[in-house]
């Protein structure tokens, strides 16, 4: 008999209060409001472990959201991703009192340069001793825009591509700049390390400019684990070429499906296997050790839920419940029915309707309510009928939501093979996903820089004449200037 796929368990993260269930930071004990103390995290991040968890992923913006009701007045009293921190900077203090639990860091391609965050995420790398991922994303708000000095959002599509071309500085900074024997830390001789196995890159393309060599040597991963979000033609052309793991969402199962069968498809035509790529989808799980209380958790989770705080996040261009609630949406919105960041509406519906819709706790298709049992059938389903390869445990009480799912839903999904009983002593994240070792496969794009392939300077080395071609590295440097 096959052996059965092996649930992929993280946390769904913000570093603030109200990330992604709208106002239950209200919950009693909730403990959300503590996100500025470093404590809040390494309590986690020890609750996690103790549960085997696989990682934590933190989501992040780097703007506010001010579209509903023109302002971000109703971000701010919801505490919705205002007041927010850097994700990276908590990652060595989860790592420092944790040995396995892994991290995926959100960070955007389109406004901070990709030196500088290169040489930031191998730092993480060093630290965590190969734990880290990031989390690919290219920034949806327009206020993020204005934040670094532009009038507006650069259009979608040219994102895609200056994230594509981020990424190949990546590589040649993360795979090709130095080799794994370039430090020799030689006493005797006063070497620390080897200059003929550190080289620069000398980018220059479309949208970056960069020399090198990578300040940091390299690290136990090199290249972090890849982890992107997407459902788009663009996004899914990036995602095929350059993610390991997928973040899926969208309205069904069945749109989940199409979502991994298109990336699977994007992978393979990009040289890669189709299993190369794993998916993870947003886990809502309420449980209970019996049904009732876990309908008692919903209830009262239900209470204090914030429709307004939905609203807002959506960005919705107008406000329904300035409207008698019959109304039409195409009598108070543009009518197209392209209204907001997430979703289409009919045209058609009421404002009433909408709004019904609209506090939808269960964030996406994967949503069960009940005891342990149930809930690991819910997972096993997703597992073997949907495809994916894992959850990200959406949060309503921290850390209660974490602390029911470790004390009730583990024990059953280890029963059952889902789970190991126990870490694998000294593994990187990439190898506990994929089980292949530390480093990008081979067939990865970003592989083809290994030992300084494809870059200038090793091309001009190899080249068989020519009168400009220089013969050593310090030569060649002083040609970059
Ligand atoms: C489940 C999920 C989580 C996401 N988390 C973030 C996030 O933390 N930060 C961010 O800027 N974008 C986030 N996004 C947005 C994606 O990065 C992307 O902008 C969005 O899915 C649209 O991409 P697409 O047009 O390729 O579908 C998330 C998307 C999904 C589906």
Not at 43 to 63: M, P, Q, R, T, Y
Not at 155 to 179: C, M, N, P, Q
Not at 182 to 206: L, Q
Not at 276 to 297: H, M, N, P, S
Request: with cysteine; aromatic share 10%.
């Amino acid at each position: 008999m096959a052996e059965k796929k092996r649930l992929i368990l993280n946390l769904f993260e913000m570093n603030c209060v109200s990330h992604i269930t709208h106002g239950l930071w209200r919950l009693p004990d909730n403990n959300r409001e503590r996100f500025n103390d470093i404590e809040y995290w390494t309590e986690l991040a020890k609750l996690l472990e103790s549960g085997g968890f696989d990682a934590v992923f933190l989501a992040d913006v780097i703007g506010t959201y001010d579209v509903f009701r023109g302002g971000a007045g109703t971000s701010v009293r919801e505490g919705l991703h205002i007041p927010n921190n850097d994700p990276s900077l908590v990652v060595p203090a989860m790592a420092a009192v944790t040995r396995h639990l892994g991290f995926g860091i959100t960070f955007s391609t389109t406004y901070e340069p990709p030196f500088a965050w290169a040489r930031r995420l191998s730092t993480l790398d060093h630290l965590t001793k190969g734990r880290v991922g990031w989390n690919i994303v290219t920034s949806y708000l327009p206020n993020a825009a204005r934040n670094f000095g532009l009038d507006g959002e650069i259009d979608h599509d040219t994102r895609f591509e200056i994230a594509d071309e981020y990424l190949d500085v990546l590589y040649k900074l993360w795979e090709g700049s130095w080799d794994d024997d370039a430090i020799v830390s030689d006493r005797e001789n006063g070497t620390f390390a080897d200059p003929e196995k550190i080289r620069p890159i000398d980018h220059d393309g479309k949208y970056f400019k960069v020399e090198g060599p990578q300040l940091p040597a390299p690290s136990r991963q090199r290249t972090p684990v890849l982890f992107t979000a997407t459902a788009s033609a663009a996004g899914t052309a990036f995602a095929g070429k350059h993610a390991e793991l997928v973040f899926t969402g969208g309205p069904s199962a069945d749109f989940v499906r199409t979502t991994i069968e298109n990336v699977r498809a994007a992978a393979v035509a990009a040289g890669r296997k189709a299993d190369d790529v794993r998916f993870v989808a947003i886990g809502a799980v309420i449980v209970g050790r019996t049904d009732d209380e876990a309908q008692a958790k919903l209830a009262a989770y239900e209470r204090l839920t914030s429709v307004e705080g939905y609203l807002a996040h959506a960005s919705l261009p107008f406000d329904p419940t300035a409207y008698p609630p019959e109304t039409k949406i195409k009598d108070v919105a543009d009518g197209d029915g392209g209204i907001g960041r997430w979703r289409a509406f009919d045209p058609e519906q009421s404002v009433g309707e909408l709004l019904a819709g609209f506090s939808d706790i269960g964030r996406g298709p994967f949503f069960t309510v009940g005891t342990p049992e149930k809930v690991a059938d819910a997972i096993e389903s997703w597992l073997d009928d949907v495809g994916i390869d894992g959850i990200n445990l959406l949060q309503y009480h921290s850390y209660d939501t974490a602390r029911d799912f470790i004390e009730l839903v583990v024990p059953v999904l280890r029963a059952r093979g889902r789970l190991r009983a126990s870490y694998d002593e000294d593994e990187s994240l990439r190898d506990r996903i994929f089980g292949d070792g530390d480093r990008l496969p081979d067939r990865h794009f970003g592989a083809r820089y290994r030992g300084g392939a494809h870059l200038p300077i090793t091309e001009r080395r190899a080249a068989p004449t020519g009168p400009t071609i220089p013969t050593d590295n310090s030569t060649a440097r002083k040609r970059q200037r």
